[in-house]
């Protein structure tokens, strides 16, 4: 709606999976090396922890888009709350096996595993490394779910099978493997996703604007120091200001999006729109 008033493109701030967007930050820059040392390197299970809005997602999907081909499949699973035998059905099908080989209407575990366990050699063969991703690791109620995991990492002991497992999720996920040190000490590579300071979230900003097509200043130099303090230096919280004020902005017929604004956003979404 408001892209043409501030001559953009496209819109800098929407809550979409683009990677041509990526900003690379100290803290997700050196996210993405070790998330990219953990599969190059054949290091087996990562672990990827920050609080909501930190970008954990969105880093994974830039992950993605840069690993090798060899890297297919990448499969995301972004609803954890299964059984461990919904779970490995789950992951058979995504990685390609066919569903004939899983047996419907049978609902044991271990024959369900070998299949699993079946194509994932079978994409060994191929030369293939697959990356499993599994989001929202830290909304996982049922014990049973890392215990299978961990059952899923001892098919890497062989030769026959090689791909990677990422666990992704809040704080809370190391509480959850806390309780499962069979799983945690194969954690091989650990990525904490940190805020932006006050500096890396004016460069943020700017880095969006710039890709959408925007080559003046849309905010004042001000208005970047209360953006950091509203939203302590959270991506999503940055998105969603940044996008209400250039709508603000575009309504009022502003010049630029100043402090002002900003902080009457804010208050806006504190009263209406829970994180």
Excluded at 67 to 80: K, Y
Excluded at 107 to 116: E, H, Q, V
Excluded at 239 to 251: F, I, T
């Amino acid at each position: 709606m408001y892209q043409s008033y501030w001559n953009l493109q496209s819109g800098p701030f929407e809550e979409k999976m683009d990677a041509g967007y990526f900003y690379e930050s100290h803290p997700h820059q050196a996210g993405l090396l070790k998330l990219q040392y953990l599969v190059e390197n054949r290091k087996g299970a990562g672990l990827l922890v920050g609080n909501p809005g930190s970008g954990k997602s969105y880093l994974c999907h830039v992950l993605k888009s840069q690993l090798a081909e060899r890297h297919q499949p990448f499969v995301q699973l972004v609803f954890p709350q299964l059984s461990p035998v919904e779970l490995i059905s789950y992951l058979a099908v995504e990685l390609g096996a066919e569903e004939a080989g899983i047996e419907p209407g049978v609902t044991g575990k271990d024959r369900i595993i070998r299949a699993l366990h079946r194509q994932l050699q079978l994409l060994c063969e191929q030369g293939a490394q697959p990356v499993i991703v599994i989001d929202e690791a830290h909304l996982i109620a049922d014990q049973r779910i890392f215990e299978t995991l961990h059952q899923l990492l001892n098919f890497q002991q062989t030769s026959d099978v090689d791909f990677t497992l990422l666990l992704v999720g809040d704080r809370l996920l190391l509480s959850h493997l806390q309780r499962s040190a069979q799983l945690d000490d194969r954690i091989s590579v650990r990525c904490l996703l940190r805020p932006f300071s006050a500096e890396e979230t004016q460069r943020y900003v700017e880095h969006r604007l710039q890709v959408a097509g925007r080559t003046e200043p849309v905010f004042e130099a001000s208005a970047f120091q209360a953006l950091f303090e509203l939203t302590q230096g959270n991506p999503r919280k940055i998105n969603r200001l940044c996008d209400l004020g250039l709508l603000v902005g575009y309504a009022d017929e502003l010049p630029l999006i100043t402090s002002d604004v900003l902080e009457a956003v804010s208050e806006e979404l504190v009263t209406s729109i829970p994180d």
